[in-house]
């Protein structure tokens, strides 16, 4: 089972920021947080990963906790292009373990 | 590069016939992987391969086998199709090293058992 917990909708208005939130309580100390999108039934896509520092890259940052319990994935101002189901995923490693894959969170982004 | 090919787009097959989903990748990964998606659910592991030779189960590997004879190629082959076995599946790989050892999806295959 998925080792995440998020809400399973998310509204966001185009061109605001899209801040969504992932639950990972029982997170260990080896394990990452991945976050994939699956835009339109299409094969996911990676978008960020952390350990416990903050990330950012061309696509989204990552605000992790300082307890490592809950993180969030912002989309700095979201466009049309990334409604889709957003997958928060807790990892071993970093290293090439499958992937859990929750339900995820269907972010709609409205013009 | 193409990247992660997958073929047939879509299939129906008719209960307890065999079918085989193809998967190519170009990016010479040695991780490969065949997971199920279910109508709104997330995606489940059902095989996956760390090399040329070398298989392991997933999740849900029951009705399911695998080969992998070449890095480019990971096969699902379907005996005795189920209408349990309706979903898309997707093909990944993944470089062996990162991180982020980031998968690449592929398409999918959409296939209906009836």
Redesign the interface.
Known sequence: DAKTTQPPSMDCAEGRAANLPCNHSTISGNEYVYWYRQIHSQGPQYIIHGLKNNETNEMASLIITEDRKSSTLILPHATLRDTAVYYCIVRVRAGNTPLVFGKGTRLSVIA | NAG?TQTPKFRILKIGQSMTLQCTQDMNHN?M?W?RQDP??????IY?S?GAGITDK?EVPNGYNVSRSTTEDFPLRLELAAPSQTS?Y?C?S?P?S???????????TRLTVT
Do not use: C, D, R
Request: proline residues 10%; hydrophobic residues 30%.
């Open positions: 992660v991780y992987y997971y709104g659910m997330g995606l489940k592991l996956y760390v997933g898309v997707f990944a993944s062996t990162g991180p982020p050892y980031e998968q690449y999806f592929g398409p999918g």
